[in-house]
């Protein structure tokens, strides 16, 4: 069974960075494809950026392309998502997944297991 925990979200003005970080136990991130999902109130959850589980090629969102960045530390077992120049509609829940296939897709219901969620807030 594998465990994902976020972290690292918070309140930040529109413009500004964060990073979101999921820690992951129960066996390495490499047997995995991994994403970011976000969920804004009053609206589903979407795929913001995902990676193999050799951790290439990387799929992004329209949302995020150019401005949000995911990256793996194997060594750490972690996951990061590095988000800059945001916006007031970032705001939302951010989580972390992983699919046992191995291939990253942009449907949830291809993912395994997730974590609980961290928010993000984006003032304007």
């Known amino acids: 069974q594998l465990q994902l925990v976020e972290s690292g979200g918070g309140s930040v003005q529109a413009g500004g960075s964060l990073r979101l970080s999921c820690a992951v136990s129960?066996?390495?991130?490499?047997?995995?494809?991994m994403a970011w999902f976000r969920q804004a109130p009053g609206k589903e959850r979407e795929f913001v950026v995902g990676m193999n589980w050799s951790g290439r090629p990387t799929d992004y969102a329209d949302s995020g392309e150019g401005r949000f960045t995911i990256s793996r530390n194997t060594a750490k077992n972690t996951v990061d998502l590095q988000m800059s120049s945001l916006k007031p509609e970032d705001t939302a829940v951010y989580y972390c997944a992983a699919a046992r296939s191995g291939v990253v897709l942009r449907s949830e219901a291809a993912y395994n297991f997730w974590g609980q969620g961290t928010q993000v807030t984006v003032s304007s």
């Open positions: 129960g066996r390495s991130i490499e047997f995995y494809a």
